[in-house]
């Protein structure tokens, strides 16, 4: 921990690590990969240089959310200096405080609010100091720009001067006195992105870019098939091959190691290995199997009785929904550079987890974790995927077994192959509704493929004020393996509930948005929704209207979303004009950023609804590629529009997921309102008639 | 020994069979261009030959020995971004950002051959590229605001 460099110059801020995290049981990182929760660890959060410098330090990574920007407003506002004053560290294990991993839009509610805590604590210290100097209460002191001034405006002395000879430590005051909204003047505006610079020269260093003198490049053998297992393996030709350093069998990890990746991934093709086949599957007969192979029911929702609802019914529907699995594809295929000096261990991954990483490679070598540093650079997205990393484990076993550096990185197709996927779900909702709209009885049954049954709980609870409830989650066997998307199963789960919902609407001939009013109390709920639709020019119309409108809502991890598309079909192409969505995240620290999510989700989400789903035969993904994967390109993208509608009084909640739960729904509807269709299986366009 | 031009910078070319995407990343350090497919189909790799966009994933080094290649390492000149850099910045046109010196070598070859792109040009330009995050809107709309900008680019850049 950073306790080693207390005795640098400068105000340093204190705070354990704990404070900034939910209780252990309930965390995710605890739950879905076991991650230890340090006892009471200390770590400095910030610290203000002599040179007036301020360095802020987090657990996260950076993997295309902005968090470093969001932080760096966050602290430049509390302490009252100018952004560029702020540096943010990020992600090595060796520098910043013990983080659980970046995930569930976390970041801002939590980190945020602890670095905004550290950042008043050293502003009060500021503002003692000089009190002391000049003589002053510091009541009659306000801090801005850098400089303290007394409120008469008489006397006035600098952060650089305050600290001048000075080294000290204080505490993170829980009780910090944090700014109010009202008197922000960088937290809550638009902001340049601070490491903006770096990525359009070029400069940034990824995973995929890192390198250290001395390193050999790896081809790992991987198995051709999820739970394809090695039968036998003969490499002695590929040790002859050029370039070729050493050729590894250990255990389960069969390796070229070479002067350069062409090299490598040559004599890897003359490695001779044969396979047992993978268990029989196919993505044709998924929806069979998630609905033959559900098991462990989990109602994550219940009130009232079901018989009930359904008696006070006039109406009945009844319909099941699919959702294939889709991948991650971030445009960063995974990589990773280990190097040993002597006992230590030094791991180069672009991870979601380098702490968690870093415990599992501590684990595997029986060494203390002090002993291994992981350190996660830039990362080229990850959507949730980048949390298991096992090019990190190759990387240090290589290097460890070499005497040398090594650097693992996967091809396109491996990401496809070897990443996790988006579970896949089959989910059934049976309604019962009055002849004005209103929904009395919710039964949904919604089965999620893999072996975390967290992951399709995600939003499967109806927001709807409906009297009569039953949500039951299952676990369904899965070919492939599944893991962190975007949402988890929340996108799944909103794509059911809010095409059922508009299947209601268009029974009972009401406007979609109407219906989903008269049935939503919520005020923040009400206010997404309305708000979309007034910007959006919506007209109610009964759904049905060939306009090509689409409408949905959604609750993800707190924060409320509603958008509205525009669409065309024609030719077997479905062309989204347009999307309006209204986000309420609370308090919105850093406008521009949310805004981005906002895009980059309906973006993505946009090709979960049209055009992705992964096939596989008997564990092998057979559109491991960007030619038969698609993927949405510029020619694609809708224009987008995003209203921020949150009170800034309201504490902060994710932005960076919500925005992808209800747009498939939407497209979904806005398909239907242009042609009558009702697609009940994702992709649409593989089900256009 | 054969040279090979790199951002203005004579360089020993390795053996013709090099990939040359692998060359400029691995071997020169040029680490801006992206490895994202290694199939043509992501645009991250794309580097400019003699001002022309080319997937250097797809290409060998034998193959472009004679021309002059610029990288986004290269973009810049003598300290002066490229008015698409500067529109990139500006307009927040990233996420992650590991796809978009890809976009903007794509886009500084357009803009080099149409001063003033209407909106279906520049996307029809950037067809090839993939923005995982999504940014699009952004991209397209940081490409049109460095084509008004009224600085001429370069014209091998």
Redesign the interface.
Same mark, same amino acid.
């Given at each position: 921990m950073p306790d080693a460099r207390f005795d640098e110059p400068g105000l340093h801020i204190v705070g354990e690590v704990a404070l900034g995290f939910p209780p252990p049981r309930q965390s995710y990182a605890r739950v879905a990969y076991a991650n230890t929760q340090p006892g009471t660890v200390t770590a400095r959060w910030l610290t203000v240089r002599p040179d007036g410098r301020v360095v802020a330090y987090a657990g996260k990574v950076?993997?295309?959310?902005?968090i470093r920007s969001g932080l760096a407003v966050e602290v430049a506002d509390e302490l009252r200096v100018p952004l560029d004053a702020v540096e943010v560290v990020l992600g090595d294990t060796d520098a910043v405080p013990w983080d659980m991993g970046t995930f569930g839009s976390q970041s801002t509610a939590r980190v945020g609010l602890q670095l905004r805590k550290a950042a008043a604590t050293a502003r009060q210290a500021l503002l003692e100091m000089a009190a002391d100097r000049l003589d002053l209460p510091a009541g009659e002191l306000s801090a801005a720009g850098g400089i303290v001034s007394a409120r008469d405006g008489a006397s006035s002395v600098t952060y650089v001067d305050l600290l001048h000879g000075v080294s000290a430590t204080r505490d993170v005051a829980d009780d910090a006195p944090l700014t109010p909204p009202a008197d922000f003047t960088q937290m809550g505006k638009a902001q #340049?992105?601070v490491?903006?610079? !770096?990525?359009?020269?070029?400069? !940034?260093?990824?995973s *995929?870019?890192v390198?250290v003198d001395g390193m050999l @490049?790896a081809a790992v053998l991987r198995p051709p098939a999820h739970r394809a297992h090695l039968r036998s393996v003969d490499i002695a030709a590929a040790g002859r091959m050029p370039g070729v350093v050493r050729v590894v069998q250990e255990d389960d990890l069969v390796a070229v190691l070479a002067d %350069?990746? *062409?090299h490598a991934e040559a004599a890897l093709a003359a490695v001779r290995a044969e396979w047992d086949d993978a268990p029989p599957s196919s993505s044709l007969e998924l929806p069979a199997l998630l609905e033959r192979s559900a098991h462990d029911p989990f109602v994550t929702q219940e009130q009232g009785s079901l018989d009930d609802g359904f008696r006070e019914a006039s109406g009945i529907l009844e319909a099941t929904y699919f959702i294939p699995y889709v991948s991650n !594809? #971030? $445009? +960063? #295929?995974r990589a990773a550079v280990a190097r040993w000096e002597g006992e230590r261990l030094t791991v180069w991954a672009g991870t979601q987890r380098p702490f968690g990483i870093r415990t599992e490679l501590a684990q595997r070598f029986g060494m203390p974790e002090e002993q291994v540093r992981v350190i996660a650079p830039?990362?080229?997205?990850g @959507?949730g995927s980048k949390s298991p990393y096992p090019a990190a484990h190759e990387a240090a076993r290589l290097a460890r077994i070499a005497g040398r550096p090594v650097r693992v990185?996967y /091809?396109?197709a491996d990401d496809f192959q070897h990443a996790t996927v988006r579970p896949a779900a089959l989910i059934t909702v049976k309604s019962g509704f009055t002849a004005d709209g209103r929904i009395v009885a919710w039964q949904m049954d919604a089965r999620h493929a893999g072996d975390r049954p967290f992951l399709g709980r995600r939003g499967s609870e109806t927001p709807y004020d409906t009297p009569h409830v039953r949500v039951t989650t299952y676990t369904s066997d899965s070919p492939l393996a599944t893991g962190s998307y975007r949402s988890l199963g929340g996108a799944a789960n909103h794509f059911a509930r809010e095409c059922h919902i508009d299947e209601i609407a268009h029974a009972v001939g009401v406007d979609p948005v109407e219906l989903r009013l008269r049935n939503l109390a919520h005020p923040r709920f009400r206010r997404v929704l309305e708000r979309a639709a007034e910007a959006f020019g919506w007209s109610p119309a009964p759904a049905g209207s060939r306009r090509g409108h689409g409408v949905a809502v959604g609750l993800d991890v707190g924060s409320y979303v509603a958008e509205c598309v525009e669409l065309d079909v024609s030719g077997g192409e479905v062309r989204v004009r347009r999307v309006v969505g209204a986000l309420d995240c609370g308090l919105v620290v850093n406008p521009?950023g949310a805004l981005? *999510?906002m +895009?980059? /989700?309906?973006? $993505?989400g946009l090709g979960t609804a049209l055009y992705e789903a992964v096939d596989f035969r008997n564990g092998r993904v057979l559109n491991a590629? @960007? %030619?038969r994967y698609r993927? #949405?390109? !510029?020619?694609d993208?809708p224009?987008?529009e995003t209203l921020l509608v949150g009170d800034p009084e309201t504490p902060s909640t994710g932005a960076g997921e919500p925005g992808i739960v209800p747009i498939a729904a939407a497209i979904a509807n806005g398909v239907f309102d242009a042609t009558g269709q009702r697609i009940r299986e994702l992709p649409l366009q593989r089900h256009l008639a | 020994m054969t040279t090979i031009e790199v951002n203005g910078r004579s360089y020993d070319a390795p053996e013709p069979g090099r990939n040359l995407l692998s060359f400029l990343r691995l071997d020169l350090g040029l680490t801006g261009t992206k490895y994202g497919c290694g199939e043509g189909l992501c645009g991250a790799c794309t580097v400019l030959v003699d001002g022309q966009p080319l997937r250097s994933c797809q290409s060998t080094v034998g193959a472009v020995v004679g021309g002059a290649i610029t990288t986004i390492e290269g973009l810049a000149r003598a300290g002066e971004l490229h008015p698409l850099q500067r529109a990139f910045i500006e307009e927040q046109a990233m996420q992650c950002g590991y796809c978009i010196p890809g976009f903007l070598v794509t886009a500084a070859a357009l803009l080099a051959r149409v001063r003033q792109p209407d909106e279906g040009q520049v996307r029809e330009a950037l067809a090839l590229n993939i923005c995982r995050c999504g940014t699009y809107q952004r991209i397209v709309r940081a490409v049109l605001a460095a084509s008004r900008s009224g600085a001429e680019a370069p014209a091998d850049a």
């Amino acid at each position: 921990m950073p306790d080693a460099r207390f005795d640098e110059p400068g105000l340093h801020i204190v705070g354990e690590v704990a404070l900034g995290f939910p209780p252990p049981r309930q965390s995710y990182a605890r739950v879905a990969y076991a991650n230890t929760q340090p006892g009471t660890v200390t770590a400095r959060w910030l610290t203000v240089r002599p040179d007036g410098r301020v360095v802020a330090y987090a657990g996260k990574v950076e993997y295309g959310q902005g968090i470093r920007s969001g932080l760096a407003v966050e602290v430049a506002d509390e302490l009252r200096v100018p952004l560029d004053a702020v540096e943010v560290v990020l992600g090595d294990t060796d520098a910043v405080p013990w983080d659980m991993g970046t995930f569930g839009s976390q970041s801002t509610a939590r980190v945020g609010l602890q670095l905004r805590k550290a950042a008043a604590t050293a502003r009060q210290a500021l503002l003692e100091m000089a009190a002391d100097r000049l003589d002053l209460p510091a009541g009659e002191l306000s801090a801005a720009g850098g400089i303290v001034s007394a409120r008469d405006g008489a006397s006035s002395v600098t952060y650089v001067d305050l600290l001048h000879g000075v080294s000290a430590t204080r505490d993170v005051a829980d009780d910090a006195p944090l700014t109010p909204p009202a008197d922000f003047t960088q937290m809550g505006k638009a902001q #340049p992105r601070v490491d903006a610079l !770096a990525r359009v020269t070029g400069a !940034a260093v990824y995973s *995929q870019d890192v390198r250290v003198d001395g390193m050999l @490049f790896a081809a790992v053998l991987r198995p051709p098939a999820h739970r394809a297992h090695l039968r036998s393996v003969d490499i002695a030709a590929a040790g002859r091959m050029p370039g070729v350093v050493r050729v590894v069998q250990e255990d389960d990890l069969v390796a070229v190691l070479a002067d %350069t990746d *062409q090299h490598a991934e040559a004599a890897l093709a003359a490695v001779r290995a044969e396979w047992d086949d993978a268990p029989p599957s196919s993505s044709l007969e998924l929806p069979a199997l998630l609905e033959r192979s559900a098991h462990d029911p989990f109602v994550t929702q219940e009130q009232g009785s079901l018989d009930d609802g359904f008696r006070e019914a006039s109406g009945i529907l009844e319909a099941t929904y699919f959702i294939p699995y889709v991948s991650n !594809a #971030p $445009m +960063e #295929p995974r990589a990773a550079v280990a190097r040993w000096e002597g006992e230590r261990l030094t791991v180069w991954a672009g991870t979601q987890r380098p702490f968690g990483i870093r415990t599992e490679l501590a684990q595997r070598f029986g060494m203390p974790e002090e002993q291994v540093r992981v350190i996660a650079p830039e990362i080229g997205g990850g @959507f949730g995927s980048k949390s298991p990393y096992p090019a990190a484990h190759e990387a240090a076993r290589l290097a460890r077994i070499a005497g040398r550096p090594v650097r693992v990185a996967y /091809s396109r197709a491996d990401d496809f192959q070897h990443a996790t996927v988006r579970p896949a779900a089959l989910i059934t909702v049976k309604s019962g509704f009055t002849a004005d709209g209103r929904i009395v009885a919710w039964q949904m049954d919604a089965r999620h493929a893999g072996d975390r049954p967290f992951l399709g709980r995600r939003g499967s609870e109806t927001p709807y004020d409906t009297p009569h409830v039953r949500v039951t989650t299952y676990t369904s066997d899965s070919p492939l393996a599944t893991g962190s998307y975007r949402s988890l199963g929340g996108a799944a789960n909103h794509f059911a509930r809010e095409c059922h919902i508009d299947e209601i609407a268009h029974a009972v001939g009401v406007d979609p948005v109407e219906l989903r009013l008269r049935n939503l109390a919520h005020p923040r709920f009400r206010r997404v929704l309305e708000r979309a639709a007034e910007a959006f020019g919506w007209s109610p119309a009964p759904a049905g209207s060939r306009r090509g409108h689409g409408v949905a809502v959604g609750l993800d991890v707190g924060s409320y979303v509603a958008e509205c598309v525009e669409l065309d079909v024609s030719g077997g192409e479905v062309r989204v004009r347009r999307v309006v969505g209204a986000l309420d995240c609370g308090l919105v620290v850093n406008p521009e950023g949310a805004l981005n *999510q906002m +895009e980059g /989700s309906v973006v $993505m989400g946009l090709g979960t609804a049209l055009y992705e789903a992964v096939d596989f035969r008997n564990g092998r993904v057979l559109n491991a590629g @960007f %030619t038969r994967y698609r993927v #949405p390109r !510029a020619a694609d993208a809708p224009r987008i529009e995003t209203l921020l509608v949150g009170d800034p009084e309201t504490p902060s909640t994710g932005a960076g997921e919500p925005g992808i739960v209800p747009i498939a729904a939407a497209i979904a509807n806005g398909v239907f309102d242009a042609t009558g269709q009702r697609i009940r299986e994702l992709p649409l366009q593989r089900h256009l008639a | 020994m054969t040279t090979i031009e790199v951002n203005g910078r004579s360089y020993d070319a390795p053996e013709p069979g090099r990939n040359l995407l692998s060359f400029l990343r691995l071997d020169l350090g040029l680490t801006g261009t992206k490895y994202g497919c290694g199939e043509g189909l992501c645009g991250a790799c794309t580097v400019l030959v003699d001002g022309q966009p080319l997937r250097s994933c797809q290409s060998t080094v034998g193959a472009v020995v004679g021309g002059a290649i610029t990288t986004i390492e290269g973009l810049a000149r003598a300290g002066e971004l490229h008015p698409l850099q500067r529109a990139f910045i500006e307009e927040q046109a990233m996420q992650c950002g590991y796809c978009i010196p890809g976009f903007l070598v794509t886009a500084a070859a357009l803009l080099a051959r149409v001063r003033q792109p209407d909106e279906g040009q520049v996307r029809e330009a950037l067809a090839l590229n993939i923005c995982r995050c999504g940014t699009y809107q952004r991209i397209v709309r940081a490409v049109l605001a460095a084509s008004r900008s009224g600085a001429e680019a370069p014209a091998d850049a």
